[in-house]
């Protein structure tokens, strides 16, 4: 009977994720070794019925020694036979067992499609699983990171009193490239660490998060800068009126003045985009304004001056004001016929009264 050699390991000769893994050949793979063994007997068959022939012609002892030797050529072929074929069973048996142990260790995928690891051995894992949870793990590092950019880019934007949005008018401006600098600080602070991958990730969203910064701050000084222009457009009309009303008896500041109002008036035409109708409008109030103070200033010194003025003047009057100037007026220069009136009979009396005691 042939022997099936044992080729079990010993445990500490076995690698950690093959010891579980069993080489015995099955009971299915004996039969089928067998047959393949006995297959191969049938040549050595035939030599021992020759030598069975030899020896009925009367060669007795030669006979013999040739039953002798093809018995242990029977012998040597059905083991060496079976040997191999055990050895082929079990290594198809290795093969196949590894390969389902590979799979069973395989689990199903995370939700974000990065993939994930079973609880089996490091050495079943499939390389290209690592390389998504680094990715994942690289997208998570710079998200985290991005999240803490944007809350300090909030601040930096939006407190309440020392954010970029509260800087009004010719601050924001004056404030603009503070603004700038601390946007690349954040991004520097934040980053800061970050290498490979997740610096790659960083970096593309905070480039977006400044340019929506920037276009939020550019937004919010260009309106501050417009309001600063109109503030100081009219604190410049407002000192040109007011340098008239100082110097009510000089005609040719009077005119310096106006004419520095009108350019001013065509400057801020071409900043706001004014059409000739808005400008000519501005025009004849600014000049209308001027007017009236000059003539209200003439009024409290000599009322009879500011009839003059007024009346010269009434073509480059608004409506209004001509009506306001005309009412504030004629009470001045009723009460100055009166003073006269008053004066002049004083005179008289006081003529009459040197003629008497003369």
């Known amino acids: 009977m042939a022997i099936v050699p044992n080729y079990k390991r010993a445990q500490r000769l076995v690698a950690n994720h093959q010891r579980d893994i069993a080489v015995q050949a099955s009971a299915a793979h004996m039969g089928s070794a067998i047959g393949r063994g006995l297959q191969g007997v049938g040549p050595d068959l035939g030599k021992a019925a020759q030598a069975v022939g030899v020896a009925q012609a009367g060669r007795a002892a030669q006979a013999g020694r040739a039953a002798q030797s093809a018995k242990q050529s029977v012998k040597q072929s059905v083991k060496q036979s079976a040997k191999q074929s055990v050895k082929q069973s079990a290594k198809q048996s290795v093969k196949q067992s590894a390969k389902q142990f590979g799979a069973s260790q395989t689990s199903e995928p995370f939700a974000s499609g990065a993939g994930a690891v079973g609880a089996g051995a490091v050495g079943a894992v499939d390389g290209s699983v690592l390389e998504r949870l680094r990715a994942l793990q690289a997208r998570t590092k710079a998200k985290e990171r991005h999240s803490h950019y944007l809350h300090d880019q909030a601040q930096l934007l939006h407190d309440p009193e020392r954010g970029y949005m509260a800087q009004r008018e010719g601050q924001a401006l004056d404030s ?183």
């Open 176 to 358: 603009q490239q503070r603004y700038e600098q601390g946007l690349q600080d954040l991004s520097r602070h934040h980053g800061k660490g970050l290498q490979g991958e997740a610096l790659r990730h960083y970096q593309r969203a905070v480039l977006e998060s400044e340019d929506q910064a920037r276009r939020t701050a550019l937004l919010h000084v260009n309106s501050q800068q417009k309001a600063h222009i109109r503030m100081v457009h009219e604190q410049r009309l407002e000192a040109f009126q007011q340098q008239l009303s100082l110097n009510l008896y000089d005609a040719a500041l009077r005119e310096t003045m106006l004419q520095a109002g009108r350019d001013e008036l065509q400057e801020q035409a071409r900043l706001e985009g004014w059409s000739e109708e808005q400008v000519q409008d501005k025009w004849s109030r600014f000049r209308s304004t001027a007017h009236k103070q000059i003539v209200q200033g003439l009024a409290m010194d000599d009322p009879y001056q500011a009839q003059d003025y007024l009346t010269g003047a009434q073509s480059q009057l608004g409506y209004e004001d001509h009506q306001v100037l005309e009412a504030q007026i004629q009470p001045l220069i009723r009460q100055a016929e009166e003073r006269a009136v008053l004066e002049t009979a004083l005179a008289h009396l006081q003529q009459g009264d040197g003629l008497i005691h003369g």
